[in-house]
């Protein structure tokens, strides 16, 4: 400043806070999304992977092949909802041990002795944040658990 108490032209006196403060936000704020929304997509990889392994147990621990998808529904719905899921948008597929979980045709559960079988719970995650006309379906999430039904199972 001089003495009349001007500012002379071309003094940068306070603008290295504005300069931070701008870079900060244009730094921290795509660092802060892109950890929820690695946080979101494990959470539901977590989830699914939990409800796959329940509901392959669930299965093999039936007493009849009859009551084992309510068995494997009710495993499901309560997997998920341990993680604050919702069922509705999760799909259960029964296939081959060496199968692909969505390119595998569907296979029927046994409870024989020995049998093997994998349980697919396929869930489709939407990016927080993002409108759907630009994440398309979002990112899709597969939990697997290959299910051995106990070789000493008595036959019923």
Same mark, same amino acid.
């Given at each position: 400043m001089? %003495?009349?108490?001007?500012?002379? *032209?071309?003094?940068? +006196?306070?603008n290295a806070i504005i300069e931070f403060v701008f870079v900060a936000?244009?730094?921290?704020?795509? %660092?802060v999304y892109l950890i929820v929304a690695v946080a979101v997509v494990q959470r539901s990889r977590l989830a699914t992977t939990? /409800?796959?392994?329940?509901?392959?147990?669930?299965?093999a621990t039936a007493d009849r092949l009859a009551e084992a998808p309510a068995r494997a529904q009710a495993a %499901?719905?309560?997997?998920?909802?341990?993680?604050?899921?919702?069922?509705?948008?999760?799909? %259960?597929?029964?296939?081959?041990?060496?199968? +692909?979980?969505?390119?595998g045709s569907d296979q029927q *559960?046994?409870?024989?002795? $020995? /049998?093997?079988?994998?349980?697919?719970v396929i869930r489709h995650q939407r990016l927080p944040a993002v409108p759907g006309v630009l994440a398309?379906? $979002?990112?899709?999430?597969?939990?697997?658990?290959?299910?051995?039904? +106990?070789?000493f199972r008595p036959s019923r």
């Open positions: 001089t %003495l009349a108490g001007r500012v002379q *032209p071309g003094r940068d +006196d306070g936000i244009l730094v921290l704020v795509p %660092l939990n /409800a796959a392994r329940d509901v392959g147990r669930a299965v %499901l719905r309560i997997a998920l909802a341990n993680q604050g899921l919702r069922p509705p948008d999760v799909q %259960l597929r029964f296939v081959g041990v060496g199968a +692909d979980c969505q390119a *559960p046994t409870l024989a002795a $020995g /049998a093997e079988f994998r349980v697919c398309g379906r $979002g990112i899709i999430t597969i939990g697997q658990y290959v299910v051995h039904v +106990d070789d």
